[in-house]
């Protein structure tokens, strides 16, 4: 049976496509588009999957959207009811939008499926699943687990803000949710707001900032915001946030409490904002880990599954692994809303085979196939295209290609590496990646700064063999998908002075904490991506290859695109970041590309061209 899953209409649009239980191809609107988080109907995406499965309209035995209109519309009402008339202004700007189009998404669906190809449209095929289904469907079906707590925390769906289900064999049934308003991925997304940054995107730049601060405000958060009981459940102190009923988070009684206005994008970071960084990272850990205590002990059941848009919070995943009440732990990688357009097509496949009394279809080490779910060139396409946009390269053969890419690390060098097929969610996993030597103590600035033009704070992750992950990092488990966050090995750790002991703040950022500076945050913390031969060889072998130059089996891996633009997706995407960059060297299929070899024509200025996000 062929499913194919959508997400659409508020972020991250998505498009995935499962045969038989297991999954063919998955991927976002915006690395077609362009856009930065598209939440347009995910044309482009649908297209790409229905290519790769080799499938038409009549192969499908069913469409599925990741969520369900009307409930959500139910949720809507019932909320500006619930506070009329305060919310007046907002219930006058999204009413009209509404009632002219998603009351009415069904009819849009099957318009939109219609244009792609005739017969995709087809009323009885097309169904609908409550959001936090989809998103538990996305996180268990795939993990490796034939029994698993699963539990997702997200903002809002369209009443579940967090919820507990239990997966047994092809059986997922959710057993406990709480509602909206209440949501711990909306005071997250409140103190983004409040220190500057944009909602559903800006949420990963907090978790970064929190290590430069002092949770010197979470008793204020407890206190005021949200009251919490021994097994996790909460409230929010409604009293204290506009998300109800206006146009922004906060208002001035939330400014109050922690001592004035929302930061503009604009104005500098102050120690302030560290500080409420580090409270609201701290408050999330301790009502995750309540919650994960308190589910374990209820359920007895000893794997853990996540997902959701809190799930991308890898600080408090690697908490709750070290807490220590699941023996196992798996993350979606694409947890947040473009992973329910996968958990849409698996939860209606299931549902079907469970009809028919069929089995579960299960993988090692699971069935995200490293997230490499996107497209792919062949090396023929690939010499095709770059040599239509005037790009001087050089054809290697797999070994060549390896030492040549592991020589321009290891001599300081930031790499552009596209290879394969493209990782599917937020994270670049080795396939669509900019690559660098870890050991380097200016590295994470001038990537920061000359490369991704963003915030110098941001960290960057390490991606190192599995095999030597307990070498380097507190850490002996699977973490491909780069959602679990431990510490430097004491032993790789360099001694601070007292002088730099007494620093604040993101003066900081300066201080050199280990012999991989460049992945190390200023906490000693790492967001660690192990590296599996079973799932990326290539990237594997790159890594081995560095290890084999400097003794250091770890590379700087991060996403290949500037800030607020989508992670490349084709070798023309490659190309240009890598001309409106300072990337030195470009690895596409076994194409080598230098930047001193290039038209100097066609550089360009990636610092501009995008939106900051």
């Not at 939330?254 to 604009?266: E, Y």
């Not at 070290?322 to 023996?327: A, I, L, N, S, Y």
């Not at 690390?409 to 790499?415: F, T, Y």
Request: contains cysteine.
């Amino acid at each position: 049976m062929l499913v194919l899953g959508i997400s659409a209409f508020y972020h991250d649009s998505a498009a995935a496509i499962v045969r038989d239980g297991h999954i063919v191809a998955a991927a976002q609107e915006e690395r077609f588009t362009r856009k930065k988080h598209d939440p347009g109907f995910p044309a482009s995406a649908v297209s790409y999957c229905l290519a790769v499965a080799g499938a038409n309209a009549n192969d499908l035995g069913a469409v599925v959207f990741y969520e369900k209109p009307f409930l959500k519309f139910e949720r809507l009402l019932e909320t500006y009811l619930a506070f009329a008339p305060r919310g007046f202004a907002s219930f006058r700007k999204a009413m009209p939008l509404w009632i002219s189009e998603k009351l009415f998404q069904r009819d849009l669906l099957l318009h939109e499926l219609e244009a792609i190809a005739p017969g995709l449209g087809d009323n009885a095929k097309l169904r609908f699943c409550e959001h936090h289904y989809s998103h538990a469907a996305s996180a268990y079906y795939p993990s490796p687990f034939q029994s698993a707590l699963v539990l997702t925390m997200d903002g809002v769906g369209e009443w579940a803000t967090a919820s507990a289900a239990a997966g047994q064999g092809n059986e997922l049934k959710i057993f406990k949710e709480i509602h909206f308003p209440h949501s711990l991925g909306l005071l997250y997304s409140a103190f983004t707001y409040y220190t500057g940054f944009k909602v559903n995107s800006g949420e990963y730049k907090v978790m970064g900032l929190a290590p430069y601060g002092e949770p010197k405000y979470a008793k204020a958060i407890f206190d005021n915001l949200i009251d919490v009981k021994p097994d996790g459940s909460f409230k929010l102190n409604l009293d204290y946030f506009s998300f109800c009923t206006g146009l922004t988070m906060v208002d001035e009684r939330f400014g109050a409490i922690f001592g004035g206005a929302a930061r503009k994008p604009s104005e500098p970071l102050q120690q302030r904002h560290m500080d409420l960084a580090a409270s609201v990272q701290a408050v999330t850990e301790e009502v995750v880990l309540r919650m994960t205590r308190s589910l374990a002990a209820e359920t007895n059941l000893r794997n853990l599954c996540l997902a959701g848009g809190v799930a991308l919070n890898c600080v408090a995943n690697g908490k709750v692994l070290r807490d220590g009440r699941f023996d196992q732990i798996f993350v979606q990688p694409a947890a947040g809303d473009a992973g329910g357009a996968l958990g849409a097509a698996l939860a209606a496949y299931y549902d079907k085979e469970r009809a028919k009394g069929g089995k579960r279809v299960t993988d090692t080490p699971d069935s995200m196939q490293g997230a490499f779910l996107g497209p792919s060139y062949t090396q023929p396409e690939i010499e095709t295209r770059l040599g239509a946009i005037g790009a001087v390269f050089k054809c290697a053969d797999d070994k060549e290609l390896i030492d040549e890419t592991a020589n321009a690390l290891a001599s300081g060098q930031a790499v552009g590496w596209h290879q394969g097929r493209m990782e599917f969610g937020p994270r670049a996993l080795g396939n669509r990646s900019i690559l660098a030597d870890p050991r380097s103590p200016t590295m994470q600035k001038a990537l920061n700064l000359k490369v991704k033009y963003r915030e110098s704070f941001r960290p960057f992750a390490p991606s190192v063999l599995r095999e030597r992950v307990a070498d380097w990092f507190e850490l002996d488990a699977d973490s491909p998908y780069m959602l679990l966050v431990a510490d430097v090995k004491p032993a790789r750790r360099l001694a601070m002075t007292a002088k730099e002991k007494q620093l604040f703040g993101i003066e900081k950022l300066n201080v050199l904490r280990s012999k991989i500076p460049a992945v190390t945050h200023i906490d000693y913390s790492a967001r660690i991506q192990t590296v599996h031969a079973e799932t990326n060889p290539r990237f594997r072998a790159l890594i081995s290859g560095f290890e084999q130059l400097t003794g250091c089996p770890v590379l700087v891996n991060t996403s290949f695109n500037v800030r607020g633009e989508p992670i490349v997706c084709t070798p023309e995407d490659a190309f240009s970041c890598f001309m409106g960059t300072e990337i030195d060297f470009l690895a596409i299929g076994n194409c080598i590309l230098r930047k001193n070899q290039q038209n100097p024509a066609l550089a360009k200025d990636h610092k501009s061209a995008f939106d900051p996000d």
